[in-house]
């Protein structure tokens, strides 16, 4: 299995604070991603990244905000949390030479607005 | 644009038989077509995947997939289930370049009776 971790696995906040989840890899893949999985939606990308300190948006991006200063970590921040907010979040990485367009996903992680 | 339809949100086959998921997709350009598996509480792990070549791919856990450019299809298929196929199945597709952004399907829960 690729070296993805995701911290924390779960989560439990208030409605208008702020949330910070982690992706940490030890593969030095290039490019990190963040989904949110919720119920009849399948995954849906938020941000991306293609490179330290280079990210952009996917299609669920707003309400949420990125960094990336080292290869093996990607940050996903929820500025102030809402409960639309509430999903399972996945990171993924890529870039195995040769597949750099096979994705291998992280545990996830389980957040609940309330 | 890329979109990924899956239809059936939820398919039971008798253990077995013959699995047939299925996913359609749009592309305006050459695309590359995944399939993952998500057991409960679990992150997505790759089936299988086509990119070039051989149109009939096989993939883990004695699963296939054939890419069918006249239909824009990407069923998987496995001749006989095993209670231990019960997940869910995720479609996606990609562009044959640049960051390898993913579209999901919304997802088949599929159910092996005994």
């Known amino acids: 299995d690729a070296g993805i971790t995701q911290s924390p696995r779960h989560k439990v906040t208030e409605t208008g604070t702020p949330v910070t989840l982690r992706c940490h890899q030890t593969?030095?893949?290039?490019?990190m991603y963040w989904y949110r999985q919720d119920p009849g939606h399948g995954l849906r990308l938020i941000h991306y990244s293609y490179g330290v300190k280079d990210t952009d948006k996917g299609e669920v991006s707003d309400g949420y905000s990125v960094s990336r200063s080292k290869t093996e970590d990607f940050l996903l921040t929820l500025e102030s949390a809402t409960s639309s907010q509430t999903s399972v979040y996945f990171c993924?990485?890529?870039?195995?030479?040769?597949?750099?367009?096979?994705?291998?996903f992280g545990p996830g992680t389980r957040l609940l607005v309330l | 644009a890329q979109s990924v339809t899956q239809l059936g949100s939820h398919v039971s086959v008798s253990e077995g038989a013959l699995v047939l998921l299925r996913c359609n997709y749009s592309?305006?350009?050459?695309?590359?077509l995944f399939w993952y598996v998500q057991y409960p509480n679990q992150g997505l792990q790759l089936l299988l995947k086509y990119t070039t070549g051989a149109t009939l791919v096989k993939g883990i856990n004695g699963f296939e997939a054939e890419f069918k450019k006249s239909e824009t299809s990407f069923h998987l298929t496995k001749p006989s289930a095993h209670m231990s196929d019960a997940a869910e199945y995720f479609c996606?597709?990609?562009?044959?370049?640049?960051?390898?952004?993913?579209?999901f399907g919304t997802g088949t829960r599929l159910k092996v009776l005994a």
């Open positions: 996606a597709v990609s562009r044959a370049s640049g960051t390898y952004k993913y579209i």
């Open positions: 592309s305006s350009v050459p695309p590359y």
């Open positions: 593969e030095n893949h290039r490019y």
């Open positions: 993924a990485i890529s870039g195995t030479q040769g597949a750099e367009e096979t994705q291998y």
